[in-house]
Structure formats: structure tokens, C-alpha cells
């Protein structure tokens, strides 16, 4: 039977991964794409499938609670993966309202527009993207599990976490058929360059410095965005609802030791003699309230639904640096215009 989902936040970097794979990979889905095109939404990222017949895209902001309950009555989706977010920690530090208008009255206005049209909810699936800030910060030791409290400490998380309580109270109280996965950092292609890897690999192709926060020693969990892809289509068809999952990439590294590693590969990517990329490493004003470590315990996922990582970490930076020096056009477009207001004003107060 032919099935229309919904996939907000298609245009972004997680996103445009997902509805990728899925237009490819499910013919009898019609993928609608649902996305405003903020900063970080790009319909470049999906180029090569745009004209697929099982593709479609609306520009449309989560917010608009009206707009949003027409295309719902209009489309009459099967099912949602809803990704569409302010998603950068910093940005939600400098402004946290736009923040809570779109990770929270977006995700409430998809939740009614779906109860509304779900009559019969069987079938039916709300699947809500997440992260492991949610969770809060580990010490030395420890993993997130998806029964540890939350504790999220910065206004991204705050407003991660209190979409993740709305969707699992439209499950107890409504019925509302539903998932969440709750993942670590991912990297690869189409990352827009603010977040640490793709703006460090910009940075060094262009010879700028390469700014660590505090002592670099905060630690991340890197997940290659292919294997978040296809742990999301996982959940999505074998999830059981009203469940949580915890995604992650068994791959810890302090960000000092991550970023060494990447201006090796630059190195010898760009032919520098060894060492030059490390010369612009500059150590600035950390971030408020920073995280100390991050870090998942998938075993559920991995148990439960058979999923694991399949990128190495070595393996995955270097195909992602690939990526973006074979596409510096595509890096070019995004970093014209406010970009570069951005990056000053991050860098500059640092
Ligand atoms: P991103 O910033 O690259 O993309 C977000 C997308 O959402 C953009 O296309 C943007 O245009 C769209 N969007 C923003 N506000 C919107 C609105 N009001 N209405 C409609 N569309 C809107 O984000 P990402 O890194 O791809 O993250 C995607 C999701 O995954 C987010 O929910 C994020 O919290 C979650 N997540 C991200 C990571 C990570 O490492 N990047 C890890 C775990 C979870
Ligand atoms: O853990 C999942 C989260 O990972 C997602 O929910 C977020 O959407 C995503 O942005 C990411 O959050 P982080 O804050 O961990 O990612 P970011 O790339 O901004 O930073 C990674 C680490 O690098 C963090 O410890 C801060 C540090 N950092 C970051 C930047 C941009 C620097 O040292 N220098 C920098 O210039």
C-alpha cells in the first residue's frame, strides 16, 4: 500500500540524509520534505533527488500551527519523522527564543495536526529526532541509558527536552502512537559550518585558526550521519511505540585529540608538510556552561533492533573531508552572506 510521511527538517544535514535514503530505498512512500529554510536548510543537500516521483517539497514553518493543520488535512500523512529544529548549542546561548518557538510549539503543532487527522491510529507513527543533551553532562565515567533523568543545561537542551516530555505525553494521554530516538553528535556531508568539524576543515583550507573552546577537553561521542540515517529507518519501521531509543557511536574523543587527528588528515589531503594545520590551533573563551562529556550506551537499539555503527571513525572523517574539499562550492554558497556576521561575532567576542 502506498504511504505518505512527512519528514520535517529535510533541507538540513541529518535531515537530507534521511529523506535521501528513504526516497531511494522506499518507492512505494510519496517522502514530503516539510521545511522553512532557515540558515541551516539547504535544498542544494538534496540535489540529486529532487525530481525523484516520490519526492515532494513544501516550505512551511512549524510554527504556523494553521498552515501546518491544512497540509496534515490536505497530505493525510501515515507517518512523521520530525526533525526540524534550531539545533546549534551557541546560537540558542546568543537567542534562545527561537528556540523554544520552534523546537516546542513546532513539535506541539505537528503533535495536534497529527491527532487530528489520526482517527484510526493504527499504523500510524510520530517519530520524534532527539538528542543525548537531554540527559545533561557525564563526569569520567558513565553512559547515557534511556532511563537516566534529564538534566539539560543549556537552552538548546532545555528546549530538546521539553519536546521529547510533549511527545511522550501525547502518547499517555491521547494514545498517540509515537517514538523517540535520542542520539549523539553526528559529522559527515552537508553539516552546515558552525559545528565543530566542517567549520575546523573550512577553517584549515582556508588558513584561519582553529578555535577550541576552554582546554579542548570536553568529550563527544562522533556518529557517522549514515549510520544515525539508518538507525532512524530502523526505529521508524521496527521501533515499539512509546518507546525511547539511545543512538549512538561507541566513538568517545576529547575535542583537542579529535582535532589533531583531523589537521593530520588535512595535511595530507591539501599535501601541507605535517604539522602546519596544528599551527592553527587557538585555545578561546570557552562556551557558558559547557558540557563536559557526552556519551551513549545503544545497547537497547543494538539488542532490541539489531543496529549498529558501521563507519570507523578514521574511515568517516577522512570521506567527510573528501566531501567538502571536492565541494567547496557547495561551502562557497553557504558561507556568503550572514555567515560571516556569525562567525565574527562568535569568534570575535572569544
Ligand atoms: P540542522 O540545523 O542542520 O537542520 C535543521 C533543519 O530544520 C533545517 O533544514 C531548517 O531549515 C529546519 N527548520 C528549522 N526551523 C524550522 C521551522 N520553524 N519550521 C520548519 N523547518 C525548520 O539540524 P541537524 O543537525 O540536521 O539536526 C536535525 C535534528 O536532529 C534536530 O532535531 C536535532 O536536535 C537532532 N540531533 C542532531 C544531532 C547533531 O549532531 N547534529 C545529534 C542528535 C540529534
Ligand atoms: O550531542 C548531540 C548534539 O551534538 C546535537 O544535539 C546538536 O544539535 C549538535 O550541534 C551537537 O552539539 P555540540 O555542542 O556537541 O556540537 P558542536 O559541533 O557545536 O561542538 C562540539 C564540541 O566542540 C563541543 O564540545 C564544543 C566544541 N567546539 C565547538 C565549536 C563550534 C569548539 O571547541 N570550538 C568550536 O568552534
Not at 537531554?134 to 533523568?149: H, I, K, M, Q, R
Not at 539489531?306 to 573531508?321: I, Q
Request: aromatic fraction near 12%; proline fraction near 3%; include cysteine.
Amino acid at each position: 500500500m502506498m504511504k505518505t510521511i512527512l519528514i520535517t527538517g529535510g533541507a538540513g544535514f541529518i535531515g537530507s540524509h534521511v529523506v535521501r535514503r528513504f526516497v531511494r530505498n522506499y518507492p512505494q512512500y510519496k517522502i514530503v520534505n516539510l521545511d522553512k529554510l532557515t540558515y541551516a536548510g539547504n535544498l542544494a543537500n538534496l540535489k540529486d533527488i529532487e525530481k525523484e516521483p516520490n519526492y515532494e517539497f513544501i516550505r512551511a514553518d512549524i510554527v504556523a500551527a494553521e498552515l501546518i493543520k491544512k497540509i496534515f488535512q490536505k497530505y493525510r500523512f501515515d507517518g512523521v519523522i520530525h526533525l526540524a529544529a534550531e539545533s546549534h548549542v551557541d546560537r540558542s546561548i546568543a537567542n534562545p527564543t527561537e528556540f523554544i518557538y520552534t523546537n516546542i510549539v513546532g513539535t506541539v503543532n505537528l503533535l495536534n495536526a497529527a491527532r487530528e487527522i489520526w482517527d484510526n491510529m493504527d499504523g500510524k507513527r510520530f517519530y520524534h529526532i532527539s538528542t543525548d543533551e537531554v540527559y545533561g553532562s557525564l563526569g569520567e565515567t558513565g553512559l547515557f541509558v534511556e532511563t537516566t533523568p534529564y538534566d539539560p543545561r543549556s537552552p538548546y537542551s532545555a528546549s530538546k527536552a521539553s519536546s521529547d516530555h510533549l511527545v511522550r505525553a501525547y502518547f499517555h494521554t491521547y494514545k498517540l502512537p509515537m517514538v523517540i530516538s535520542n542520539c549523539s553528535n553526528n559529522y559527515g556531508p552537508f553539516q552546515f559550518p558552525e559545528k565543530l568539524i566542517p567549520l575546523v576543515i573550512n577553517n584549515i583550507r582556508n588558513n584561519k585558526l582553529i578555535p577550541v573552546y576552554g582546554k579542548g577537553e570536553n568529550i563527544r561521542d562522533w556518529l557517522y550521519v549514515e549510520d544515525h540515517a539508518e538507525a532512524i529507518d530502523r526505529i521508524f519501521h521496527a521501533g515499539i511505540n512509546g518507546e525511547t531509543y539511545n543512538i549512538g557511536g561507541i566513538n568517545e574523543w576529547k575535542n583537542i585529540d579529535l582535532l589533531k587527528l583531523l589537521c593530520s588528515i588535512m595535511d595530507t589531503k591539501l599535501r601541507r608538510t605535517a604539522g602546519t594545520a596544528e599551527h592553527l590551533i587557538t585555545y578561546v573563551k570557552d562556551r557558558a556552561g559547557h558540557d563536559l562529556r557526552y556519551a551513549i550506551d545503544s545497547s537497547k537499539l543494538q539488542n532490541e533492533l539489531k543496529w549498529k555503527p558501521s563507519t570507523r571513525f578514521e574511515e568517516g572523517l577522512e570521506k567527510t573531508v573528501d566531501w567538502y574539499l571536492a565541494n567547496e562550492e557547495w561551502m562557497k554558497n553557504i558561507t556568503s552572506g550572514d555567515y560571516q556576521k556569525y562567525y565574527d561575532n562568535q569568534y570575535n567576542k572569544r
